[in-house]
């Protein structure tokens, strides 16, 4: 019998092995890879199948500043030991409005927690950002150092072979139950086998609830969330050098710069909620979803909204859709907490910012599961069950 096992391969799960292994002996991964095709797969799937997330300390809330710093602070420490490269310092830039209270929440919590930061004003931005349009009345704040993107792709892949050069056994499967046995838990995987353990951390994202692995009654809302990517041919990326990561603050749209993707080319990707995105509230919609293209409706608002704020992308003539689910819980933040009378402990709910802290949310869940004292200076309770 393993004593800990983690019950999902994403960005907090695997975190949350890789800190295990450092903490204790007898963990247990189970998660499938990524599919190759997505059109034939039957299986779950997962949001981090892509390249880029934001990573940044500046938050309009202490708690996710906190926990992206320590995170981020720990990334070249990865990158080292894994040999697996997934963090670009490309910088983030918060395109404010006077009707958004974003910037100076975030430039307050961001300062608090070491940031380097600076405020921009609109001419400022225009200056250093020529790409860049914006509103007479806009005010940047730009976080430099701490700031830029990740790979999600690769930052879980580099947190899995830790993991495994820790001593974690790994189980390529889909968990499909979890059952009571005696001194622990029976997870028994699609492929047919069976894993137990003494405890379990459920961390599967947005199948966390759908999967059946933690009860009903847990509160975690699913939406589907269509992103728009621009193709940049190469005579292009010289107009967007120096682009860093950004959030509109007005339109709450996170915008990633070029990224290099596996086919080849680079996109600059744009995702943003809107009051047409689908609650996915059970697998077969996940599923659906997963293997769609998104709402039409969001990718031309989406794509007129870029051309806007990126006037070069006028020249812009090969745009894709992708999809991915955000998890949101009542507290707005993860919840790490126990589903049970104390063996099964869950892990989910990103809401929509969960990359960039997630290895210290993995670290919190491993502490939590192996019922080490609690060490932040936030409530415990904001990530407890409601």
């Given at each position: 019998m393993f004593k800990i096992a983690?019950?999902?391969?994403?960005?907090?799960?695997?975190?949350?092995?890789?800190?295990?292994?450092?903490?204790?002996?007898?963990?247990?991964?189970?998660?499938?890879?990524?599919?190759?095709?997505?059109?034939?797969?039957?299986?779950?799937?997962?949001?981090?199948?892509?390249?880029?997330?934001?990573?940044?300390?500046?938050?309009?809330?202490?708690?996710?500043?906190?926990?992206?710093?320590?995170?981020?602070?720990?990334?070249?420490?990865?990158?080292?030991?894994?040999?697996?490269?997934?963090?670009?310092?490309?910088?983030?830039?918060?395109?404010?409005?006077?009707?958004?209270?974003?910037?100076?929440?975030?430039?307050?919590?961001?300062?608090?927690?070491?940031?380097?930061?600076?405020?921009?004003?609109?001419?400022?931005?225009?200056?250093?950002?020529?790409?860049?349009?914006?509103?007479?009345?806009?005010?940047?704040?730009?976080?430099?150092?701490?700031?830029?993107?990740?790979?999600?792709?690769?930052?879980?892949?580099?947190?899995?072979?830790?993991?495994?050069?820790?001593?974690?056994?790994?189980?390529?499967?889909?968990?499909?139950?979890?059952?009571?046995?005696?001194?622990?838990?029976?997870?028994?995987t699609r492929g047919g086998s069976?894993?137990?353990?003494?405890?379990?951390?459920?961390?599967?994202?947005?199948?966390?609830?759908?999967?059946?692995?933690?009860?009903?009654?847990?509160?975690?809302?699913?939406?589907?969330?269509?992103?728009?990517?621009?193709?940049?041919?190469?005579?292009?990326?010289?107009?967007?050098?120096?682009?860093?990561?950004?959030?509109?603050?007005?339109?709450?749209?996170?915008?990633?710069?070029?990224?290099?993707y596996p086919d080849g080319w680079?996109?600059?990707?744009?995702?943003?909620?809107?009051?047409?995105?689908?609650?996915?509230?059970?697998?077969?919609?996940?599923?659906?979803?997963?293997?769609?293209?998104?709402?039409?409706?969001?990718?031309?608002?989406?794509?007129?909204?870029?051309?806007?704020?990126?006037?070069?992308?006028?020249?812009?003539?090969?745009?894709?859709?992708?999809?991915?689910?955000?998890?949101?819980?009542?507290?707005?933040?993860?919840?790490?907490?126990?589903?049970?009378?104390?063996?099964?402990?869950?892990?989910?709910?990103?809401?929509?910012?969960?990359?960039?802290?997630?290895?210290?949310?993995?670290?919190?869940?491993?502490?939590?599961?192996?019922?080490?004292?609690?060490?932040?200076?936030?409530?415990?309770?904001?990530?407890?069950?409601?």
């Amino acid at each position: 019998m393993f004593k800990i096992a983690v019950i999902g391969r994403g960005l907090i799960g695997s975190a949350a092995a890789r800190h295990l292994t450092e903490m204790t002996d007898g963990v247990v991964v189970i998660g499938p890879d990524e599919p190759l095709d997505r059109a034939t797969h039957n299986g779950v799937f997962a949001s981090h199948y892509d390249e880029g997330r934001m990573a940044r300390v500046v938050d309009p809330l202490v708690e996710w500043s906190i926990t992206a710093k320590r995170s981020i602070s720990r990334f070249g420490d990865l990158e080292q030991r894994s040999g697996i490269s997934f963090f670009t310092p490309a910088g983030f830039l918060a395109v404010g409005h006077p009707s958004t209270p974003y910037n100076d929440n975030a430039a307050k919590t961001g300062s608090a927690n070491g940031a380097k930061l600076a405020r921009l004003t609109a001419a400022q931005m225009r200056t250093q950002f020529p790409f860049l349009h914006v509103c007479d009345d806009a005010d940047g704040l730009f976080e430099t150092e701490t700031a830029g993107h990740i790979s999600p792709r690769s930052l879980v892949k580099a947190q899995t072979a830790l993991a495994e050069k820790g001593g974690a056994t790994l189980v390529k499967d889909v968990a499909k139950s979890i059952a009571p046995v005696s001194g622990g838990l029976e997870i028994a995987t699609r492929g047919g086998s069976t894993v137990t353990a003494e405890k379990a951390i459920v961390s599967a994202g947005a199948f966390t609830k759908a999967s059946g692995l933690v009860p009903e009654s847990v509160n975690l809302q699913v939406y589907g969330r269509t992103v728009v990517l621009a193709r940049i041919e190469d005579t292009m990326l010289k107009n967007f050098k120096g682009m860093p990561t950004m959030i509109h603050c007005e339109t709450g749209s996170y915008i990633l710069p070029p990224i290099a993707y596996p086919d080849g080319w680079h996109y600059l990707k744009l995702g943003c909620g809107s009051d047409q995105d689908e609650d996915l509230d059970s697998s077969d919609k996940l599923d659906r979803w997963f293997k769609g293209k998104g709402s039409e409706s969001n990718r031309q608002d989406f794509i007129s909204f870029m051309k806007s704020m990126f006037p070069p992308l006028k020249d812009c003539t090969d745009w894709l859709t992708d999809t991915c689910a955000t998890t949101y819980t009542p507290n707005n933040f993860p919840i790490i907490d126990y589903v049970d009378d104390g063996r099964i402990l869950m892990a989910a709910g990103g809401c929509g910012k969960g990359a960039k802290g997630s290895d210290e949310w993995g670290r919190i869940a491993a502490r939590t599961v192996l019922d080490l004292n609690w060490e932040h200076s936030f409530d415990r309770e904001k990530l407890m069950l409601s």
